[in-house]
């Protein structure tokens, strides 16, 4: 989808939705291969897609009308009937929270609708396996999916902001994920990293993050899965405390604590910690992000609830350590299925 929505054209042909296949391959990344700048992540992803078990990878096809009209482009150009001109991608993070990702259009059938009909396709499928919500991420400039979510109900329920270093300064590669291991080794030293054992208080620690500002601003919302956001649940942070993903520090005397969770596979394929969630006090977050090496660490960037009631009065000491808020904002929208 691109920043501003294209001029809309009207469209006497049919669009017919299907489940990808592996040879549509070929058809599909011809038209996502270049999205951002000679860049986008579809050929990464495909075979994660199209064997995805439980989620749904769809594909929209050109059909001529039953009245007779053929396909045509957005300049009128013939387009041969049967081919793949959008695609998008269900992923059920949960057994009732489904991700929408990967709406992508062809460039040439942009404004004729074809999302809309995707769109309809995706809630329906949505549906079918079982999820009451579901959700996508864009950005707050990108009005031409912010529009298509809004046709069918999905709205914004908040805002996210990144702070620290850009994309473009990340490391990758093996030193970047033996940074990775050592920060998590010298956490687990310097008793910041929660032991396995620590899963059986796993209810207390969740009664504090649920009452926490930052995490209701948050909507409840954690990023386990990048770029994909999903309810944080008591169990689901046990399981994250035994797999060695949730590092916190206090409450101290004052009951003052911070607990930050990360993906230990996803930081292992970033080559930095990649931050799931961000919570607590904001001084004792500043502390437990100083103990980790600031931004210039292997915690590179963090992304928090825009406003982020854990930056009040805590905003300058956050950015002493590097974790300076980027320009734009993401936006999540939600529809809950009836």
Not at 97 to 109: K, M, Y
Request: net charge negative; glycine share 10%.
């Amino acid at each position: 989808m691109t920043d501003t929505a294209p001029a809309r054209i009207a469209r006497a042909w049919f669009v017919a939705v299907r489940r990808a296949r592996p040879d549509d391959r070929e058809a599909v990344l011809a038209f996502t291969t270049h999205t951002w700048d000679g860049w986008d992540y579809i050929a990464e992803v495909w075979e994660d897609w199209v064997t995805d078990p439980v989620g749904a990878f769809l594909v929209a096809i050109a059909e001529p009308a039953p009245a007779g009209e053929r396909p045509v482009d957005r300049s009128g150009d013939p387009i041969a009937p049967g081919r793949i001109v959008a695609i998008t991608h269900l992923r059920m993070l949960s057994a009732t929270e489904a991700w929408v990702e990967g709406i992508r259009v062809d460039p040439v059938v942009r404004g004729m609708d074809i999302a809309t009909d995707l769109q309809t396709a995706v809630l329906d499928a949505a549906r079918a396996a079982g999820a009451t919500i579901v959700r996508y991420v864009t950005g707050t400039r990108n009005e031409g999916s912010l529009h298509l979510g809004a046709r069918h109900g999905l709205l914004p329920v908040g805002y996210w902001r990144f702070h620290g270093r850009s994309r473009e300064d990340e490391r990758a590669g093996p030193e970047g994920r033996a940074a990775v291991e050592s920060a998590l080794a010298r956490a687990e030293a310097d008793g910041v990293l929660l032991p396995p054992s620590a899963a059986a208080d796993a209810d207390r620690w969740f009664a504090r993050i649920a009452a926490d500002p930052t995490f209701q601003a948050g909507h409840g919302l954690y990023e386990h899965r990048s770029w994909a956001a999903q309810a944080l649940t008591e169990a689901r942070l046990a399981d994250h405390i035994r797999s060695g993903e949730v590092l916190a520090l206090g409450p101290d005397a004052a009951g003052h604590w911070a607990l930050l969770i990360v993906s230990r596979t996803l930081s292992i394929e970033e080559g930095e910690l990649w931050p799931a969630l961000l919570v607590g006090e904001g001084g004792q977050v500043v502390r437990l992000l100083d103990r980790l090496g600031g931004a210039a660490g292997p915690l590179a960037r963090v992304r928090l609830p825009d406003p982020a009631p854990l930056l009040d009065g805590h905003a300058s000491a956050m950015q002493h350590l590097g974790y300076l808020p980027h320009e734009g904002c993401t936006v999540i929208v939600e529809k809950r299925l009836g």
